[in-house]
Nanobody, 118 residues
């Protein structure tokens, strides 16, 4: 099972980034997918989640209207489009998959750094 994030980087306030996560090793369509983030000195927090068929998208209040989560079940990919970025969005962003195959799995990728600074 593997989740590999990409697309992070340094961006100015007000800018945009698109994070991507490539998944392998499990039945992608069976998984609920999410993006989490962890800022220095803070706990990891849920940013956005999406259901198996691209439905039931949900967001952390502070990113509503700025971030959009999506998935492509044909390509085993999940995305996070981040617009109007703020310094408070600076964190390591992690892709997450939750699925059941004989037992429950809760898998994270290695993370990608997003830094919002002028």
């Amino acid at each position: 099972v593997q989740l590999v994030e990409s697309g992070g980087g340094l961006v100015q306030p007000g800018g945009s980034l698109r994070l991507s996560c490539a998944a392998s090793g499990f039945t992608f369509i069976s998984a609920d997918l999410s993006w989490y983030r962890q800022a220095p000195g803070k706990e990891r927090e849920l940013v956005a989640g999406i259901g198996r068929f691209g439905d039931n998208a949900n967001y952390k209040d502070s990113v509503k209207g700025r971030f959009v989560i999506s998935r492509d079940n044909a390509k085993n990919m999940v995305y996070l489009q981040m617009n109007s970025l703020e310094p408070e969005d600076t964190a390591v962003y992690y892709c997450n998959a939750k699925y059941f195959y004989y037992r429950a799995y809760n898998v994270y990728g290695q993370g990608t750094q997003v830094t919002v600074s002028s």
